[in-house]
DNA sequence: CCAACTGTACTAAACATATAGTACAATAGG
DNA sequence: CCTATTGTACTATATGTTTAGTACAGTTGG
């Protein structure tokens, strides 16, 4: 059947993360986001490989490592499957979620490319390092 | 001379990102933020060996990296220069660095993780893509 | 039962990354 | 000139990542 997939995966081949980490990384981010909740089934491995032109073993690989962290299941013949969820962001984080939108449109608007975000992204996480230690 | 160096490097070893890569990234975003300047020197190898703990090959690769980036130039019993700068933040940014740092003590003070973060600026800038399409 | 889907297992090869160790050449300071 | 510093070059080795290719086993729907 052609049922949508809940998650999308994307590669960036420039980022210098490994293929099967960034896999890991985005199934986080949709369980911390809600877009993924326990029973949901994910891409199966051969819908990834169509999608992102990868090896099967890669897509495998990062499926181990996420069965290996409890977050889903596999299921053979059947799939892949969501077991346990993560501290998630609830509607108390929309305001912070908006004003970070906001933000970035306001960077963007400034004339900011990516990394320069990505810099000043760095720069303020240091800061609020040097605050905690005091 | 105990000469303070300009940049000290940190490493992330759960980050998943070449050793390398790191180096050079945060030589970039130095120049990004004002903190290097054409001229200024760059920790020697062996400076960078003894701060972080790994081989003078890898931080020679990083320094060969910039190198052929046209940012730096090393020279044989001198050191490494940086040779140019890049799009950098004027002080016109310090309101929109100002605002990034409040709104990340924001999110900690809400008990967001560092994760949950990334996934917050993750879905921002999905946010930020969709909008430029139309 | 059969066909089409699923995850899984395995070997082999190629490539990227990081290490260890040694050595050499250019520069600066005494 | 001598010495300490610098970047640079090279071989070899280990580990991590990705690919190719093949094969098998469980599940589902007809």
């Not at 994307?10 to 985005?26: A, C, K, M, N, T």
């Not at 299941?73 to 799939?79: I, K, L, N, S, Y």
């Amino acid at each position: 059947m052609g049922n949508e997939p809940l998650l999308r995966f994307r590669l960036d081949r420039h980022s210098g993360l490994p293929v099967y980490r960034q896999l890991v990384d985005q199934v986080r981010q949709a369980l911390r986001l809600g877009i993924l909740h326990p029973g949901d089934q994910l891409p199966s491995v051969r819908d990834v490989v169509e999608q992102v032109a990868i090896n099967p073993n890669t897509v495998h690989r990062a499926y181990r490592e996420l069965e290996h962290q409890g977050l889903v299941e596999g299921q053979a013949g059947r799939g892949t499957f969501v077991r346990r969820s993560l501290p998630g962001l609830t509607k108390q984080h929309d305001a912070l979620q908006r004003r970070l939108t906001a933000w970035l449109a306001s960077a963007h608007a400034a004339g900011l490319d990516d990394e320069a975000i990505e810099a000043m992204v760095a720069r303020a996480k240091e800061s609020a390092e040097r605050e905690e230690r005091s």
